[in-house]
């Protein structure tokens, strides 16, 4: 099917374009892009005053399925990422029996292939059961096409086990996404610890627990020479650590998440359990530091850390309630408005920190608007002024900070592959 | 005298000056009330009051129980642990089916930080806090500072001492919030590992030298020290704690002399308090309790006309 796409702003740092132009998009790929086209296509769409944009690409996400289907499935985890403009998604292991081994990625990989309508690929775990125990078979999962692993929701508490991991993933060219937390010093915490934490009430989790662990695998990575990218940076300390260690050529890159720029510790006082995450939320000071390691390339990418829970799991006392937010929906728009509205970064940067960065660090290629490039476009309203109510949210689950927040920038159409799956804001029927 | 308008009493923090000093104020005609023949006033005639405990409490479920029947209130407590919440039920859905039985006021006690909080927002019954985690507990702190009051005539200006687990003290952090909201001078003092995070920010001094802490204090409040505390929890030395900071009648001897001692019970005679202390002459200890159904009238009979949520 051909589609074209009409008087569209393209952002693309590989591919200086400036002003309005038109995509032709034929066989899934992007058959030529001129200033004016004229050539007949089944479908057109009128982009004016709206910007085009390679699909996203989000490294860290949460589709719980297999085990934990009423919170997410592929289905819906992949309908959401599309609904937020993401075209690529890296979907994590915590699952129920968690990914890791052949049997597991197999069925997995079959649930991709019948309902997902994106790009989903597997990080598998780095240990059995992510037990932090005893490593899973690497060489089973390079056979199968996994490009990365990890315990995330863990780290691995034994660093001896981790440096082993991280050897032999070097050895098979595995990616190693670390969730760094020391449980020894996070223990039973559910906020950030400070004053907000000790006022509250509640235990907290101190920002040790996180950069120890961020410290500890970098020397690892150092040691071994694999590559190690570390999971959701929530603070200044953590980015300190990482800024070095780039300096020093350590071959590490890291990602934080839309919250950590855009909350602080004070969203728990109303004791809110949809500011529950871990890591937690931070200070201003930490938001402030997280902002200019986007800018000044500390930090590489933008990840969602999608973590759907049901009404049940967070309905209930702070202590009680799972960890974690939904985040695909309104990550374009958190971006939009305390990044680039805030002028700490540019769109080229947005588009380096949200698909052409997460998708070099996966090792898949990263989505570009040129042409015989695939065609995985992101088009969106930059200024559109909207709301989530939670009877809009494509997830399962609707645990946002952001529900009934004004929210600017809008994705209103997603190619996957020149296959056109969301058009105005609304998925298709595919 | 500013209208109260708030359906729930959650914490100290979340009232103004104003609204302290109404409760106060309110809180002096129901304590004439609890000393009639016939304690009794048709105030609340027809409310209908009901205590969720989900943590022990001997004193302030009496409390809480007698401040309500001496309003007229029909009153109900639910001992949690025996009921459906080993079933699994929600703390929300449990306040709910309670509320669905047209309950007016529903007093807590948790464990948890934040769970009455998040109970009153959920309902559009009345939520009265008597005690979560470390959070809160406004109707003890409201106690201490009437009968300060009461003792002193004024709280604006008085140097008041919390001694104790701060840390891990609910009592602590509503005092502090309650009286230096109302002009006092809050020291805390404890050993170092047992001051809250953050001590510096809660406008408040801090110090761990108990002779220096009470030189020229006018009332002392006394924490209730739990050694058997979890382990995970930094805890000082028992004999160490009781040789710095226990007070004895040596200790009062360096302070003012018409100091008021306060405890928020029950009483840990020999470690946090000698007994002459307990049951000497600066001693309000039964006052204090004798005051806490006061307040406790008059904070159900505020909240019972609120509408508002925080």
Redesign the interface.
């Known amino acids: 099917m051909k589609y074209l796409i009409k008087n569209a702003k393209i952002i693309d740092p590989s591919n200086k374009l400036d002003g309005k132009f038109d995509i032709l998009i034929s066989g899934g790929k992007i058959a030529k892009i001129a200033e004016k086209i004229t050539d007949k296509a089944e479908k057109t769409i009128d982009a004016e005053g709206k910007t085009a944009l390679p699909g996203f690409v989000d490294i860290h996400v949460h589709f719980r399925q297999p085990g934990y289907e009423a919170k997410e499935t592929i289905l819906t985890g992949s309908r959401c990422a599309v609904k937020g403009g993401f075209t690529h998604v890296l979907m994590m292991p915590n699952t129920r029996p968690p990914i890791d081994c052949e049997k597991v990625i197999t069925e997995v990989n079959r649930i991709i292939g019948k309902d997902s309508i994106n790009n989903v690929y597997i990080a598998s775990a780095i240990t059995k059961k992510r037990e932090g125990k005893e490593l899973s078979d690497f060489g089973a999962y390079k056979k199968l096409g996994i490009k990365a692993i990890s315990d995330d929701g863990d780290s691995i508490a034994d660093e001896k086990i981790m440096e082993l991991a991280l050897k032999t993933a070097k050895k098979e060219d595995l990616l190693v996404i670390s969730h760094c937390e020391d449980r020894k010093l996070s223990?039973?915490g559910v906020m950030n610890?400070?004053?907000?934490?000790?006022?509250?009430?509640?235990n907290?989790m101190p920002k040790s627990a996180e950069y120890k662990i961020v410290q500890r695998d970098i020397e690892l990575a150092k040691k071994t020479g694999a590559k190690l990218h570390i999971a959701h940076v929530s603070c200044k300390e953590s980015c300190e650590i990482i800024k070095k260690a780039k300096k020093e050529g350590v071959k590490v890159t890291a990602e934080t998440a839309p919250h950590y720029f855009a909350l602080t510790e004070e969203n728990c006082q109303?004791?809110d359990t949809r500011t529950k995450m871990s890591p937690p939320l931070r200070t201003q000071k930490d938001v402030e530091f997280i902002k200019k390691s986007l800018a000044d390339g500390t930090l590489d990418a933008i990840a969602t850390d999608h973590a759907p829970h049901g009404f049940?799991d967070k309905?209930?006392?702070?202590?009680?309630a799972e960890f974690g937010i939904i985040g695909l929906e309104t990550a374009l728009s958190v971006t939009i408005m305390e990044l680039i509205e805030k002028k700490i970064i540019t769109w080229q940067k947005l588009v380096d920190l949200m698909s052409t960065n997460p998708a070099k660090i996966l090792g898949i290629t990263p989505p570009q608007i040129k042409e015989g490039a695939d065609a995985d476009i992101t088009i969106i309203d930059a200024s559109k002024e909207w709301k989530m109510f939670a009877e809009d949210v494509v997830s399962k689950s609707k645990n946002s900070p952001f529900l009934k927040k004004p929210l600017r920038g809008f994705v209103e159409y997603v190619f996957v592959g020149g296959k056109l799956k969301l058009a105005e804001g609304k998925l298709l029927r595919c | 005298m500013a209208e109260w308008t708030k359906k729930d009493l959650i914490g100290l923090e979340y009232l103004s000056r104003e609204e302290i000093e109404h409760i106060l104020t309110v809180t002096d005609s129901f304590k004439e009330v609890n000393k009639r023949a016939v304690k009794k006033v048709p105030v609340l005639r027809g409310k209908t009051v009901v205590s969720l405990f989900y943590e022990p409490s001997t004193r302030t479920l009496a409390s809480f129980e007698l401040a309500a029947r001496r309003l007229s209130c029909d009153v109900m407590s639910l001992p949690m642990k025996t009921s459906s919440v080993t079933k699994g039920e929600t703390l929300v859905d449990t306040g709910r089916n309670i509320e669905a039985m047209n309950v007016d006021i529903i007093i807590v006690r948790h464990s948890m930080s934040g769970a009455p909080y998040v109970l009153s927002q959920a309902l559009n019954a009345s939520v009265v806090n008597a005690g979560d985690g470390w959070h809160e507990h406004p109707t003890q702190a409201l106690l201490d500072m009437y009968t300060i009051k009461k003792k002193l005539g004024k709280i604006e200006g008085l140097k008041v001492c919390i001694i104790g687990d701060i840390a891990h003290s609910r009592v602590a952090r509503s005092n502090i919030w309650g009286l230096t909201k109302l002009g006092a001078k809050v020291t805390l003092c404890a050993p170092k590992m047992l001051l809250p995070m953050g001590v510096e920010k809660f406008g408040v001094n801090a110090t761990s030298n108990l002779d220096e802490a009470i030189k020229d204090a006018d009332a002392i409040n006394v924490l209730r020290m739990q050694f058997e505390r979890d382990s995970t929890t930094a805890f000082p030395e028992k004999r160490k704690y009781i040789q710095d900071y226990s007070i004895t009648s040596e200790v009062l001897a360096k302070a003012k002399k018409d100091i008021v001692v306060m405890h928020p019970g029950p009483i840990n005679r020999g470690i946090e308090m000698s007994s002459e202390v307990a049951d000497g002459e600066n001693s309000v200890i039964l006052e204090q309790v004798t005051n806490g159904v006061a307040v406790r009238m008059a904070v159900l009979y505020l909240v019972s006309n609120g509408k508002e949520k925080l």
């Open positions: 223990a039973n610890e400070g004053f907000i934490s000790s006022k509250l009430g509640l907290g109303t004791y049940h309905y209930v006392e702070f202590d009680r």
